[in-house]
């Protein structure tokens, strides 16, 4: 018999499972033992059922949790004995993973013998093992060189631990306590959803819950369709452009035909260039979750972004291409590198079809990742760089956010605390403001980068890698709108010429004392700029925003 859900219960259960993510969120956040998560908070929590339907899920990284139903899948296909008390790992990218610094952990939720659904955390580990630190190797021509691949497993089992697989994991890490603490965060997470969806079981009833479940992702569904059905009927065109791979091979396509029709949307990625023989490819979870994240980024934002929402969405793609890569391919940047310019390619066809919602671009992932010793106590420290932000796109809204972020996290990776950094890592943060003219200039500016001036505080020579893009092409402008200024990262070494850095090395020596000169892109344009208000302009320049200001620290 079916159960009629009326709207008030159907509100409430909604806001119980939101409120459910985001205490698990909070779980983490003050649990979780690297600065990766603990301070920049690069995890993201979600709700789904035993379909891999995305029932609920915090707002933290898009393009984490746009993957997670295929982790889901996986999952189901690989067990069919889960039982209550177990605790399911995964990170291959070719079992429904994105990337492997990006572990999952499942924890099976039931109503007395029967499993309803999963509480998953997805959390980026600040070493994965592989050739180089930090789990970023643009030197990868193979995954097995990326790092520890882990395909669904069972770290606990029926409430107990299998210490003798944690073991084997934290042994190929270079930092295990601080992997251990990470993972136990991750299960206790999962744990605190699934104390507080019993909870929710017991208020209500099991039942109705699953038919709430149907309701909140019909009404996501018409809230949606409602929205597209507005947009303008046709076949759009959009494309983006990565760097390089690192290996020789510059300018690669990523191409998107949307087909727009009624209520209904098809992106279709299959024209995009062929993969690459370095970590720049995507896996396929990965590029379904880029899709999504540019559609959720076109509808508005109060609708819950589930499974119902995106039924108008069909997403095609070809494997062997760069955004699907065949099996065993190295696909570690993927994440950022090539998802920012998947939804770039989106969103600049959609321009047509909706513009008024189209963004300019966010900018894109430059990281650079140093290990060495920290001479305060002797230990050897893996720091990643997640200060300089750069700037986000304009929208028909208003200026773009500056030091927010790239298209793929939308600000949901923060910055943190740098004198928590200075305390925790040996470094000094000597320089760290916004980048004056950075921004794409248009009706409304781009969101402004940073100027970062990092020395070394090492007593020994430290080892550093970078990985990202987006030192060739900056953010794109939109509807008229200038394309915001690439990065531009040197390292500046006494007894050494300054050197620019690029955006895919390895093995970079840095010496005591060495300073890293980051200045990060800024956000696209939206509109011609002759539009832009006389007082608009005015106000950048009373506040040092251009790039002719005294504070200027471009030089």
């Known amino acids: 018999m079916s159960i009629n859900i009326d709207p008030i219960t159907r509100s409430v259960v909604q806001h119980r499972l939101s409120s459910i993510v985001k205490e ?29 339907r995305l029932i609920a899920q915090a707002d933290h990284i898009p393009v984490h949790v746009g993957a997670l139903p295929w982790a889901t899948l996986a999952v ?11 605790v399911i790992l995964l990170n291959d990218p070719y079992h429904g993973g994105s990337h492997l610094p990006d572990l999952t952990a499942f924890v099976p939720i039931f109503d007395g013998e029967r499993r309803l659904l999963w509480t998953i955390v997805r959390a980026h580990q600040s070493d994965i093992g592989g050739a180089t ?13 990326e790092g520890l691949r882990v395909p669904p497993i069972k770290l606990y089992e029926g409430g107990r631990l299998r210490d003798d697989l944690l073991d084997l994991l934290a042994l190929n890490i270079r930092n295990p306590r601080e992997f251990r603490g990470d993972l136990a965060a991750m299960v206790g997470a999962g744990h605190l959803g699934e104390r507080r969806l019993g909870r929710l079981f017991t208020e209500f009833g099991a039942a109705v819950v699953e038919a709430a479940f149907e309701t909140i992702l019909d009404a996501a569904e018409h809230q949606v369709r409602a929205v597209v059905s507005t947009w303008k009927d046709g076949v759009f065109y959009g494309e983006a452009l990565l760097d390089d791979d690192g290996h020789g091979r510059n300018d ?49 934002p109060d609708i819950p972004k589930n499974a119902g929402a995106l039924r108008p969405l069909k997403v095609i793609a070809k494997q062997g291409t760069v955004v699907w890569a065949d099996p065993d391919r190295p696909v570690t940047l993927c994440t950022s590198h090539p998802s920012n310019e998947i939804v770039e390619a ?50 028909s809204a208003g200026d773009g956010w500056s030091s927010i972020g790239e298209w793929h996290t939308v600000g949901g990776i923060k910055f943190g605390s740098i004198e928590v950094a200075e305390v925790r890592f040996p470094l000094h943060f000597s320089h760290h403001e916004f980048r004056p003219g950075s921004g794409g200039d248009g009706q409304f500016r781009g969101g402004l980068g940073v100027a970062l001036d990092l020395v070394l505080e090492t007593t020994k020579p430290a080892l550093a890698n970078t990985a990202g893009d987006g030192a060739r092409y900056g953010p794109c ?23 620019i850095l690029r955006t895919k090395e390895v093995g ?16 696209g344009g939206w509109g011609t700029p002759a539009l832009r208000s006389p007082d608009a302009r005015r106000r950048d320049r009373v506040r040092g925003l251009l790039r002719d200001s005294p504070s200027e620290q471009d030089s």
């Open 477 to 499: 402008g939109m509807l008229g709108g200038e394309d915001g200024v690439p990065h531009d990262y040197r390292l500046i070494s006494t007894g050494r010429a300054p050197r």
């Open 508 to 523: 970079i020596e840095l010496r005591p004392g060495d300073c890293l000169q980051i200045r990060s892109s800024g956000g």
């Open 133 to 145: 630190h930090g789990g970023y190797n643009p030197a990868a021509t193979e995954i097995w060189q």
């Open 24 to 52: 698990m969120g909070e779980a983490m956040l003050r649990t979780s033992y690297s600065q990766i998560l603990n301070s920049s908070r690069d995890f993201s929590l979600a709700i789904c059922d035993t379909n891999g």
């Open 346 to 395: 989106i969103v600049k066809a959609l321009a047509a079809s909706c513009p008024d919602r189209a963004m300019a671009g966010w900018s894109r992932r430059f990281r650079i990742a140093i290990q060495g010793e920290d001479p305060r106590n002797g230990r050897n420290f893996i720091w990643h760089l997640f200060q300089a932000r750069p700037g986000g796109g304009a929208s």
């Open 76 to 86: 189901e296909q690989r067990f069919t004995d889960i039982r209550r008390g177990d």
């Open 252 to 300: 690669i396509r990523i191409a998107a035909k949307v087909t727009k029709a009624g209520s209904d949307i098809e992106i279709d990625l299959s024209a995009s260039d062929p993969q690459s023989t370095s970590f720049v490819n995507s896996s396929h979870a990965n590029m379904q979750a880029a899709a999504v994240m540019a559609f959720a980024y076109l509808i508005d």
